[in-house]
């Protein structure tokens, strides 16, 4: 009702200044034109009347021609604009407006339109995004402990043995660890996608780090009779965040010894590549197939339901993240039945010198 009060004013106010800009222009050509003519009074009191006369009908004219151009060319668009937006707003991410008809390319209000779109279409796959996010998470949380609940209903059972016992303590510690490490991976995820971790940039040699992380993993490979082959070339140095990419090579290394059958092998390549940095991690795993690897970065994307025990889908999607933010780049070239192999590159110490005067 406010908003009505005001058009109505405005409007008004309008009128009036139309009517007093027209009034202005024709008094002082009246004036100007029967300056010097000898005119009688009552003649020119008539006169005076026919132009005030007609002044206030041109101001009318006026008026209404301003009306009607901003009917349509303001009020229409500003509204549809705005009953888009409404919807939007109350949740319906679907709605698209439609922009007007301009065979000149010179509407301004289809520029707005057509950025309202496609904000509209990026929420949209965000929502979609958490959504799916949510869901993912939910079904991620509820498979283990629903393992932990379980045995540790069996471990209340009197009649178990030790050794029974012993096997689903077993379980359900190592449930647990799977657990954490799917918390800690969206918590890290969750932050660098906010961009609330900023890298801290430090040279250091990339061959230890990659010696050190993957000695981390002793214990799994020996466990599976894994046969690791490295071929590291000593010295060379990156200038990179040393902790974000320890995670990198933790969740490859970790991938490459999971996804490979007893008795397999799995490479590490360190050296350098048309001036930069290379490291590839290779096995002879179950391999990916086309498919798959289209989505292999994505969130929670398990391409292979029998293998989807193993991981919870979040660690390459962090590990993409991380590469994307230290400036690098990584790929996978797999076949199916005959393992992966994951190749990042990052600028060398060298080369940041060349291109960072």
Not at 10 to 32: E, K, P, R, V, Y
Not at 122 to 145: A, C, I, Q, W, Y
Not at 157 to 165: F, Q, W
């Amino acid at each position: 009702m406010r908003s009505d009060w005001r058009a109505k004013l405005l409007s008004a106010l309008q009128f009036f200044a139309i009517l007093f800009f027209i009034s202005f222009i024709l008094t002082s050509s009246f004036i100007l034109f029967f300056q010097g003519i000898d005119i009688n009074e009552k003649a020119i009191r008539l006169s005076a009347v026919v132009t005030f006369g007609n002044a206030v009908f041109i101001a009318f004219l006026l008026w209404l021609a301003d009306r009607i151009r901003r009917k349509y060319t303001v009020e229409r668009p500003v509204r549809r604009i705005s009953d888009g937006l409404k919807r939007m707003t109350d949740g319906d991410l679907r709605e698209r407006i439609t922009p007007f008809a301009d065979p000149l390319g010179s509407n301004q209000y289809n520029v707005i339109i057509e950025n309202i779109n496609k904000m509209a279409d990026e929420l949209s796959g965000v929502e979609t995004l958490r959504t799916d996010f949510v869901s993912n998470v939910s079904h991620e949380m509820k498979t283990p402990l629903a393992v932990i609940q379980n045995y540790a209903a069996l471990l209340r059972s009197p009649e178990l043995s030790e050794e029974d016992r012993f096997e689903y303590a077993k379980a359900i510690s190592d449930t647990t660890k799977q657990l954490a490490s799917l918390i800690t991976n969206i918590l890290k995820l969750n932050k660098l996608e906010n961009q609330q971790i900023f890298p801290e940039t430090s040279s250091f040699d990339l061959g230890e780090q990659i010696c050190e992380c993957l000695l981390a993993f002793e214990s799994e490979w020996e466990r599976k009779n894994i046969d690791i082959e490295t071929d590291i070339e000593d010295g060379l140095i990156v200038n990179a965040d040393a902790e974000l990419l320890s995670v990198v090579w933790s969740n490859l290394f970790s991938n490459a010894i999971k996804f490979t059958d007893e008795g397999g092998k799995v490479t590490v390549k360190v050296g350098r590549r048309n001036g930069r940095a290379a490291v590839s991690v290779s096995d002879t795993g179950c391999g990916i197939d086309s498919k798959t690897g289209k989505h292999i970065f994505d969130k929670f994307y398990q391409g292979d339901t029998s293998h989807a025990a193993k991981g919870n889908g979040l660690g390459l999607a962090l590990v993409k993240r991380i590469i994307d933010i230290t400036d690098g780049e990584i790929s996978v070239s797999s076949e199916l039945g005959k393992g992966s192999t994951f190749t990042v590159m990052l600028r060398s110490a060298d080369d940041v010198k060349k291109n960072d005067p």
